[in-house]
């Protein structure tokens, strides 16, 4: 019989991967930030992946552990990130959704990258690459929210919730290496119309996702002052 806290952790761990996995998306990431890899030669662009994950790492494991310390310095509510992070999601799906030239500005940012590429792309790798194409509004958004949830007076419960995020955050950083370092493979296996299509149904649910959350923090907004 599994005990209750194995229960909690396994419990705080599929929901902790199941939030994270649609904001982070790190299979459509990986296509928008394929224009900025490609023309990297494979040891620079290893490199870059290796700096984008670990700066993904650090933004997530910051939030967990300080997170609710930023709200309460600023006065800020979770139902407030909640909105605004969805709000910037669904502006990022629908921009994408909207573009008719995703292809032209992908060669343009190609072309971009001719000229000192290493150089280039080094000031790229924090922003925008980590933040906010990799981790975003909604990621911390969903972090704020996760760390809230498994804020408990009892340290154990506290310590178990907090493991099982921290595990989650651990895996998303892997498929993100995994997806990152391996974009020319799947572009080329997709095709350009398989790209296309790819990136348009990535940026539906994006803008779904941010819609959600954005109802979400309504929902506990009006919850709040109804109380």
Known sequence: MISPQV?????????????????????????????YLSQLTDADEKIAVKKITFYAFSICVTTLFVGH??????????????????????????E??????QKQDAEKNIENLTNNQVNHISDKLFYPLTFPITTGAGTLSVLFTLSANSADTNWL?????TGAILLAIIFMCLLIYGFYGNTKKIVKRLGNNGQIIANRI??????????????????????????
Do not use: D
Not at 7 to 35: K, Q, R, T, Y
């Open 7 to 35: 229960h909690s952790f396994i419990h705080m761990l599929f929901i902790s991967i199941i939030a994270l996995f649609p904001v982070i998306n790190p299979l459509g990431s990986a296509l928008i930030v394929n224009p």
């Open 69 to 94: 310390w930023i709200l309460e310095l600023f006065g800020i509510s979770i139902p407030v990130i909640q909105l605004a992070g969805g709000i910037m999601i669904c502006k990022m799906g629908w």
């Open 96 to 101: 994408a959704l909207s573009a008719n030239s």
């Open 157 to 161: 419960n506290y310590l178990i919730n």
């Open 202 to 227: 990535i940026a539906f649910l994006i803008f779904c996702v941010g819609l959600q959350i954005a109802v979400t923090g309504i929902k506990n907004m009006f919850g709040l002052v109804t109380r």
